[in-house]
């Protein structure tokens, strides 16, 4: 497998504002097509989320780029280097945290990032500073000093991202980074990632999808080893029928209100929930069509009384479970 990888891998010259380039990347496992034949690239600076349901082959895509697993075939480069070929210069600009962060338990976190910072090349001066700088940016001086092995889980996957960006890397490949944290953690953890924007460039990998629309520059999703999707969050999300939902509570006639509601140019269907006197009555709006203003104008030519009226956008999540 290795051998007929090398044969055929020569890249193709790598544009400066290219960090990662995938070409036609398969991976098998004992007869099982885990990549097929994927490509796709990330420019410099970008944050790019990676979406895919378990064992769509996300964790395989990032091993194969941080040099972990060698690709069947295709080609694959990291700051226009083959990841194979120059697999000791690639892991030089990579910094990456795994899904399942491995540490060290019996180590301090500053022995540890200490440690880990050595064999990245960083020493005296210049290595201090980097502790102390990561350990800053991702919330650890108040536990600089401990067992690592004490920590909960949410310090120890900090720890660990810590240690991936300690080396200042060109690309920074997060696979599931906010996995254990609290809700507090998350926050702090996403603005760090989008933080790294435009010195890094980030992949990650997330299930949590209002964190990839809030953090992600791109979305590519990955299903059953294929990208079935690549663009912004916004646009994918304009790619649905039927992109914006509005919701509107009105006391009046309830097939009265439900007919003039359909009346109104672009209301595909309109569906009114009994709840009580209020409905409430939700229009399925054309691609497009925001009608709340034409809402209330029929409410107010028909002197009913209208207490709601909202939108209800369709997000990365429907798109998602669409693909």
């Not at 800053?136 to 120890?156: E, F, H, M, P, Q």
């Not at 990839?212 to 299903?223: A, G, K, M, P």
């Not at 690549?230 to 007919?259: C, F, H, M, Y």
Request: charge should be positive; include cysteine; hydrophobic fraction near 40%.
């Amino acid at each position: 497998t290795g051998g007929a990888y090398y044969q055929t891998s020569t890249m193709s010259p790598a544009s400066d504002a290219t960090m990662i380039r995938v070409e036609n990347l398969t991976r098998r496992f004992a007869g099982v097509t885990a990549l097929d034949a994927i490509s796709f690239e990330v420019r410099k600076g970008e944050i790019v989320g990676f979406l895919g349901p378990n064992g769509a082959g996300k964790t395989t895509t990032m091993r194969v780029l941080t040099g972990y697993l060698a690709p069947t075939s295709g080609r694959v480069s990291v700051a226009g280097l083959h990841v194979l070929l120059d697999a000791r210069e690639v892991r030089q600009q990579i910094g990456y945290l795994p899904e399942n962060v491995a540490i060290y338990p019996e180590m301090r976190v500053v022995e540890y990032l200490c440690y880990r910072g050595r064999l990245k090349g960083l020493h005296g001066r210049k290595l201090r500073s980097r502790i102390d700088d990561v350990t800053a940016s991702c919330g650890l001086g108040d536990v600089r000093r401990k067992i690592v092995g004490a920590l909960s889980k949410g310090y120890r996957q900090r720890v660990g991202l810590a240690d991936s960006l300690l080396h200042e890397p060109e690309v920074v490949i997060l696979d599931e980074p906010t996995i254990g944290l609290d809700p507090n953690q998350i926050r702090m953890v996403r603005n760090l990632i989008k933080g790294l924007a435009p010195r890094h460039t980030v992949l990650l990998s997330s299930h949590i999808l209002p964190e990839v629309e809030t953090v992600c520059d791109r979305v590519l999703i990955i299903n059953r080893g294929r990208i079935v999707a690549s663009d912004t969050p916004g646009s994918l999300v304009g790619l649905l029928k039927g992109n914006l939902r509005v919701s509107v509570e009105i006391q009046g006639p309830a097939e009265t209100v439900k007919t003039e509601l359909e009346a109104i140019p672009g209301v595909v269907r309109v569906t009114h929930a009994a709840h009580d006197a209020w409905g409430p009555y939700v229009c399925e709006c054309a691609k497009g069509r925001d009608i709340r203003t034409e809402v209330f104008r029929v409410v107010t030519a028909r002197n009913w009384v209208m207490r709601e009226l909202r939108s209800e956008r369709q997000n990365l999540e429907d798109v998602f479970v669409a693909m």
